[in-house]
């Protein structure tokens, strides 16, 4: 890369899961037929007067302490000025010299080296509406306007596209466990914007640009290496980079300028006068920081240290809390941590996987899949049965025990039973059982296929492996 070093920041938009907007009573909801979420508060009708919703700041306040920033106690609203269709205020209610929360950090781990990354600050803010183009002409859906939207800013601590992704795969995973957001990017309720410049070693940073609205960690990756390589290809043409905002196309692969770089003095800030200011109390943090459940990072370290998993299991594990409220389940109701964490990695990560979304949705409980690892164990099915029962107890209440019993998957242990039907099978094929004795180690799969397919899969693999085995060497 020519020696030109990346300098990363990001500028992370995650949309909170409340009821209502941040300013009105309309619903924050996703999927709703276009601009039916919409009161004259949130389309910017004149005259109206906006009022703070109670747990999107709460629930801001909450994320800041599990990423350890320092809450402010009395922060205020500004307005944002910008004409654009999609914000029929043509300003946005947001934060700027005095947010929520400021500085925290976030510990991610990239090639098994671990480094954190700073923030500078977390704010809230109304989200703006969501242009829709097609057919030749653009069309305004104004259903997200007002949703309540926290930025995350970033110090310009990321040198890579790996730690990129690594920071918001390990933010997104904060937020999900500390319950403030679904950050469901296919969705768009968290989006990042990069902030990207080339320097070489010793020398100060370059000049930065910045890439808008990617809505997946896919994006983020390919946007952060082609603007990469532009970048490197002008400096080395001895041309220099622009300060502008620019946009990825995912189809092409290619990022485009839009518009120069703003800078906050464009924006005309200023106090918003509809609006009391925030003032917390230590109470009320104190309050609100009690209510963080144990976190993925917290989780991935109890997982390793007193479970015994390795820390690739524990990462994929923690990797979505439903799996780990699962996991935990299982395990408390007495499954082995090692079995459980590789049939939910296997098995349940398979079955609850759907297409386009970003997490696993969950049909078993813990005590089901405790009880179900317990009957492979024991011998009563097989790992591939086990699949069926899986099937069948999904998003029901039934037992694995008596999903077993209905569709009759019960495996025969019965070792004389099983020694007579291979002793027939062998003598039904004595070509291959003249190959094994050769020393035809592979024959032996061949025989214990031909008994699994007698008994319609319900034989004891390993019984029924044995028993080839003796009776061929007979």
């Known amino acids: 890369m020519s020696g030109f070093i990346p300098t990363i920041g990001l500028e992370v938009h995650c949309e909170l899961k409340t009821e209502t907007k941040l300013f009105c009573s309309c619903r924050n909801a996703f999927g709703s037929e276009p601009n039916t979420n919409t009161c004259p508060i949130c389309s910017g009708h004149p005259g109206v007067l906006p009022v703070i919703n109670r747990k999107a700041v709460e629930y801001t306040v909450k994320a800041g302490c599990a990423i350890g920033c320092r809450i402010s106690r009395y922060s205020k609203w500004d307005r944002k000025n910008y004409f654009y269709p999609d914000l029929p205020k043509a300003w946005q209610t947001s934060q700027y010299d005095l947010p ?41 859906d104004y259903n997200r306007c007002g949703v309540p939207l926290m930025e995350c800013v970033t110090e310009p601590d990321m040198h890579s596209a790996d730690e990129a992704v690594a920071f918001l795969e390990e933010l997104s995973a904060i937020f999900r466990y500390a319950g403030v957001s679904d950050c469901r ?41 082609a603007e ?23 189809a092409t692969g290619e990022g485009y300028g839009m518009r120069s770089k703003e800078d906050a003095q464009d924006y005309r800030y200023f106090p918003e006068p509809d609006l009391m200011p925030v003032v917390l109390g230590d109470e009320d943090v104190e309050r609100i920081r009690a ?17 015994g998993l390795a ?6 594990i923690t990797g979505d809390p439903a799996i780990a409220d699962l996991f935990d389940g299982a395990v408390g109701a007495g499954a082995n941590a090692k079995k459980a964490a590789n049939y939910i990695m296997s ?18 409980s813990g005590v089901q899949l405790a009880e179900l690892i317990a ?41 004389g039973e099983i020694e007579k ?31 699994m397919k007698a008994t319609k899969g319900k034989t004891n693999p390993k019984i029924a492996g044995e028993l080839v085995r003796k009776v061929l060497s007979e």
């Open 311 to 316: 820390e690739y299991d524990a990462r994929l």
């Open 347 to 364: 098995e349940i990560m398979r079955k609850g996987k759907t297409a386009g979304e970003d997490g696993v949705v969950i049909g078993i």
């Open 291 to 307: 209510s963080l459940p144990e976190l993925a990072s917290d989780r991935r370290r109890r997982y390793m240290s007193e479970l």
């Open 100 to 140: 929520l929360c400021v500085g925290g950090e976030v510990k991610i781990n990239v090639n098994g080296e671990e480094k954190t990354v700073r923030l500078n600050r977390i704010h809230l803010e109304e989200d703006a509406g969501k242009l829709v183009h097609g057919a030749g002409t653009t069309a305004v």
């Open 228 to 250: 990469i390589r532009r970048q490197t290809e002008l400096l080395e043409r001895g041309e220099k980079v622009v300060q502008e905002t620019r946009r990825f196309d995912d």
């Open 185 to 225: 990017m296919q969705e768009g309720s968290i989006r990042a914007d990069v902030n990207l410049s080339l320097s070489r070693p010793g020398e100060p940073l370059g000049t930065r640009t910045e890439t808008k609205n990617l809505n997946s960690f896919r994006s983020v990756r390919r946007a952060i290496e």
């Open 421 to 451: 039907l291979v002793r027939d099978i062998i003598a039904a094929n004595p070509g291959p059982a003249a190959d094994f004795r050769k020393g035809n180690e592979k024959v032996l799969s061949f025989f214990v296929g031909q008994l």
């Open 375 to 415: 009957l492979v164990e024991k011998g009563d099915i097989n790992l591939v049965s086990s699949r069926d029962v899986l099937d069948k107890i999904w998003m029901t209440a039934m037992t694995p025990s008596a999903a077993v019993s209905e569709l009759g998957l019960k495996q025969n242990n019965d070792a």
